[in-house]
């Protein structure tokens, strides 16, 4: 396993003692939180609801109950990786371009887990990775444009169409000073579905992998 992968795997070992036993929890996407969906079993849920179709394969493999968020009012707990995450605990978020569901499936939940190696502790966001944003296809040039003129610089993401069926623009060289003005400025972009920016729901704990251990990370 490569230094990386092992700290992913740490970071998901630790998790557990942060998410409730029992219950239902809302399960993330990514190569970080697919650690954590193999250590499910041990906290005995009674359900999850998944943030994209491939997590939801996943624990119907290890015989998770998956049920539709509309089934529920409200979760304890929200589990997830990220691209990026900074000190106040904003992230981004859409690497593997489940942002959509990720960011409904988070509103919900009273606690927000973030698992990362700390490869993704950034000081600022979006240095290092660019902003996803999902955009109705259709909307893609008009969206690009006004992207432009935010300051930021779009890549189409070739030949990725996410589960609700809307293509991702990948936004680079933003300098992003607040990230919660920018977030909001996305969204009001027509055509935008969503954007990778989690700032108005940011986590609430981030577990950290780090060489030397694991570090809990509050907001500052
Ligand atoms: C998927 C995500 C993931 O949480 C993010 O890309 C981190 O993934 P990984 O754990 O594989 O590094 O936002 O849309």
């Not at 942060?18 to 079993?41: A, Q, Y």
């Not at 304890?76 to 409904?104: P, S």
């Not at 690009?144 to 623009?169: C, F, M, Q, S, W």
Request: hydrophobic share 45%.
């Amino acid at each position: 396993m490569s230094s990386a992968d092992a700290k992913k795997q740490a970071a998901a070992q630790a998790a557990l003692q942060h998410l409730p036993k029992g219950g239902i929890l809302g399960v993330g996407t990514g190569s970080t939180v697919n650690f954590l969906i193999e250590l499910l079993p041990e906290l005995q849920l009674e359900a999850a609801v998944a943030s994209s179709k491939a997590t939801e394969e996943r624990l119907k493999k290890l015989g998770i109950e998956v049920i539709d968020l509309n089934q529920v009012g409200s979760l304890d707990a929200y589990v997830d990786g990220a691209d990026e995450i900074d000190c106040n605990m904003h992230m981004i978020k859409g690497g593997g371009a489940a942002l959509t569901r990720e960011k409904i499936v988070a509103s919900v939940a009273e606690k927000f887990v973030c698992i990362v190696d700390d490869s993704k502790w950034v000081e600022q966001l979006g240095r290092a990775f660019p902003v996803p944003v999902e955009v109705i296809p259709m909307a893609r040039s008009a969206v690009a444009r006004k992207i432009v003129a935010l300051g930021g610089d779009p890549a189409y993401r070739e030949g990725v169409i996410t589960d609700n069926g809307n293509v991702i623009l990948d936004v680079h060289n933003f300098n992003i000073l607040s990230a919660t003005e920018l977030e909001q400025k996305l969204n009001n972009i027509a055509g935008v579905v969503t954007n990778g920016i989690f700032a108005q729901r940011p986590a609430d704990v981030a577990i950290v992998a780090t060489s030397n251990g694991i570090d809990i990370r509050t907001a500052v």
